[in-house]
T-cell receptor, first 115, second 113 residues
């Protein structure tokens, strides 16, 4: 168990809809990353937050947005969903204050199916 | 931009066989290198890492050496077990800490008894 939790585990929704994926980082970790895993694109970085602020952006579509809250949990919002958005979405956390460790620890993922 | 190339799978081995999964990278600066493993139905787990040239990462019988001259980080294990069946991902992060990972496409390993 990595200590990173993600909800829900599975999500089935229709095209055009909007969903919210939630991530709770390991206790004390300040940085949260979102990754998308799909069969054709592999594992791709979407966006990173550090202590509530956006830190880096990857291949994130404009229809997608994220935020990190004061309690450090993060949410990834996906809107106007398309069939191609079906994928496994992972959250990872790293950087505990006062620690020199920076490895990323991954949650179990949310499997999104768009029908 | 930075990228990671790893050997295509799937790889099928008999139990106790020797495993090598090749990984090469392209990066500016001095990246940190990682191997992650994904067991069926689970998230990614960090298997091992190396942060500078000639470092050897090791864990659970797996090893990989950071070779700057060949820009490689090949994963090896001397004797695989059925329980090693999983997808293995090579990844890098830029030289600065706390940066996103760039992954290879993954290599599926199946070990048969």
């Amino acid at each position: 168990d990595s200590g990173v939790t993600q909800t829900p585990k599975h999500l089935i929704t229709a095209t055009g809809q909007r969903v919210t994926l939630r991530c709770s980082p390991r206790s004390g970790d300040l940085s949260v990353y979102w990754y998308q895993q799909s069969l054709d694109q592999g594992l791709q970085f979407l966006i990173q937050y550090y202590n509530g602020e956006e830190r880096a952006k990857g291949n994130i579509l404009e229809r997608f947005s994220a935020q990190q809250f004061p309690d450090l949990h993060s949410e990834l919002n996906l809107s106007s969903l398309e069939l191609g958005d079906s994928a496994l979405y992972f959250c990872a956390s790293s950087v505990t204050a006062g620690s020199r460790s920076y490895e990323q620890y991954f949650g179990p993922g949310t499997r999104l199916t768009v029908t | 931009g930075d990228s990671v190339t790893q050997m295509e799978g799937p790889v099928t081995l008999s139990e106790e066989a020797f495993l090598t999964i090749n990984c090469t990278y392209t990066a500016t600066g001095y990246p940190s290198l990682f191997w992650y493993v994904q067991y069926p139905g689970e998230g990614l787990q960090l298997l091992l890492k190396a942060t500078k040239a000639d470092d050897k990462g090791s864990n659970k019988g797996f090893e990989a050496t950071y070779r700057k001259e060949t820009t490689s980080f090949h994963l090896e294990k001397g004797s695989v077990q059925v329980s090693d069946s999983a997808v293995y991902f090579c990844a890098l992060s830029a030289g600065l800490r706390n940066t996103p990972l760039v992954f290879g496409k993954g290599t599926r390993l199946s070990v048969i008894a």
